[in-house]
T-cell receptor, first 111, second 115 residues
Framework: DAKTTQPPSMDCAEGRAANLPCNHSTISGNEYVYWYRQIHSQGPQYIIHGLKNNETNEMASLIITEDRKSSTLILPHATLRDTAVYYCIVRAVFGNEKLTFGTGTRLTIIP | DGGITQSPKYLFRKEGQNVTLSCEQNLNHDAMYWYRQDPGQGLRLIYYSQIVNDFQKGDIAEGYSVSREKKESFPLTVTSAQKNPTAFYLC??????????????FGPGTRLTVL
């Protein structure tokens, strides 16, 4: 699975949009981008995934660049409960089922 | 309620003792996984199982053992051979072979401390 690079930490004001970047310059054609988050001392929670088109669900939006070498997770109206570590993961769909977690981005929402 | 349960939430053991961590799911998922997390680090895969009576080593299997006798259960034994067993252990499950939509569902974790 391709390696990802994320900033170690970010702050965002409550009510504003939180934009979390991820670089995955060695991503291959059959690999998806997944985002999970982990609130302190809990299990990670799936947020969203995408291949090349932008995706949106009730939790977030995922913007993937045209060359697929980077992506941005957007939390449109951040709340205090969004404070967590966010992991960007790239993995092939078939064959290898494991998720390779890096150290992620620690997002802190400021009141 | 469907989900994954791990028990206990906190576990203390003396050095040299084997300890078994429980993981049960009622999501009817075929695949189950064990991860280890150390402070400030991401998750590392210990073992995974895609079907009953079958499992594969992950990235850090040394000092651990698993069994998968039932679809619902995937217990992890931390043996005395594991050099640094103190960690946060997370169990997950998913439906494999579902393409991109096979997200993994995680349990609440067990924090193991070896004294």
């Amino acid at each position: 699975d391709a390696k990802t690079t994320q900033p170690p930490s970010m702050d965002c004001a409550e009510g504003r949009a939180a934009n979390l970047p991820c670089n995955h310059s060695t991503i291959s054609g059959n690999e998806y981008v997944y985002w999970y988050r982990q609130i302190h001392s809990q299990g990670p929670q799936y947020i969203i995934h995408g291949l090349k088109n932008n995706e949106t669900n009730e939790m977030a939006s995922l913007i993937i660049t045209e060359d697929r070498k980077s992506s941005t997770l957007i939390l449109p109206h951040a709340t205090l409960r969004d404070t967590a570590v966010y992991y960007c993961i790239v993995r092939a769909v078939f064959g290898n089922e494991k998720l390779t977690f890096g150290t992620g981005t620690r997002l802190t929402i400021i009141p | 309620d469907g989900g994954i349960t791990q028990s206990p939430k906190y576990l203390f053991r003396k050095e040299g003792q084997n300890v078994t961590l429980s993981c049960e799911q009622n999501l009817n998922h075929d695949a189950m996984y064990w991860y280890r997390q150390d402070p400030g680090q991401g998750l590392r895969l210990i073992y995974y199982s895609q079907i009953v009576n079958d499992f594969q080593k992950g990235d850090i299997a040394e000092g651990y053992s698993v069994s998968r006798e039932k679809k619902e259960s995937f217990p992890l034994t931390v043996t005395s051979a594991q050099k640094n067993p103190t960690a946060f252990y997370l169990c997950a499950s998913s439906t494999p072979f579902a393409g991109a939509y096979n997200e993994q569902f995680f349990g609440p974790g067990t924090r193991l401390t070896v004294l």
